[in-house]
T-cell receptor, first 114, second 114 residues
Framework: AQSVTQPDIHITVSEGASLELRCNYS??????LFWYVQSPGQGLQLLLK??????LVQGIKGFEAEFKRSQSSFNLRKPSVHWSDAAEYFC????????????FGDGTTLTVKP | DAGITQSPRHKVTETGTPVTLRCHQT?????MYWYRQDPGHGLRLIHY???????DKGEVSDGYSVSRSKTEDFLLTLESATSSQTSVYFC?????????????FGQGTRLTVV
């Protein structure tokens, strides 16, 4: 069975500081991996995804993530956080052939200090 | 935007009553999904559909049924609502196949069972 762990429930960073959100997954084969962002009262928006190939993936809003098979990790990074990045972030692993059949982590809430 | 709308956006209902939530997409996506989101948790898959009249269960399907009579509409029914089904429900549809795949989410339906 697939599973996703986001070890940090809540992270606070100062505006302009760098950010790393952790994600560890369990999946029997090479996974489809996703990061989504959710603003309060909104649906989820896809930030980036990894299917194969280059293990460093670029996404929208200046985010990137690195797939490390040896560590079963897919951590999300941003070099300089903006106040508008405050939101909840979800990592997900999707089934090959049916990527919407995803298992989500419990989420990390990001607070940005001025 | 994939043009996914959920209705209603908010609903309060009494225990034991039937409730139907609607998801409508205008992009002719083949795959559609219903998730629920509870505080402190990520999204959990209830049911999904891979075509008209083709549906399957997700990890938390007990107490829910779905129907898909048209490509654009995916209905989620709670036959007899219980307080444990108080949640925010998200619909998603899947664009593309393989590495082009991407799930688009609706804005959510907040359901309260009293």
């Amino acid at each position: 069975a697939q599973s996703v762990t986001q070890p940090d429930i809540h992270i606070t960073v100062s505006e302009g500081a760098s950010l790393e959100l952790r994600c560890n997954y369990s999946y029997g084969a090479t996974p489809y991996l996703f990061w989504y962002v959710q603003s309060p009262g909104q649906g989820l928006q896809l930030l980036l995804k990894y299917f194969s190939g280059d293990t460093l993936v670029q996404g929208i809003k200046g985010f990137e993530a690195e797939f490390k098979r040896s560590q079963s990790s897919f951590n999300l990074r941003k070099p300089s956080v903006h106040w508008s990045d405050a939101a909840e972030y979800f990592c997900a692993v999707g089934a090959r052939g049916n990527a919407g059949k995803s298992t989500f982590g419990d989420g990390t809430t990001l607070t940005v200090k001025p | 935007d994939a043009g996914i709308t959920q209705s209603p956006r908010h609903k309060v209902t009494e225990t034991g009553t039937p409730v139907t939530l609607r998801c409508h997409q205008t992009e002719n996506h083949r795959y559609m999904y219903w998730y629920r989101q509870d505080p402190g948790h990520g999204l959990r898959l209830i049911h999904y559909s891979y075509g008209v009249k083709d549906t399957d269960k997700g990890e938390v399907s007990d107490g829910y049924s779905v129907s898909r009579s048209k490509t654009e509409d995916f209905l989620l029914t709670l036959e007899s609502a219980t307080s444990s089904q108080t949640s925010v429900y998200f619909c998603a549809s899947l664009l593309g196949q393989g590495t082009n795949t991407e799930a688009f989410f609706g804005q959510g339906t907040r359901l309260t069972v009293v």
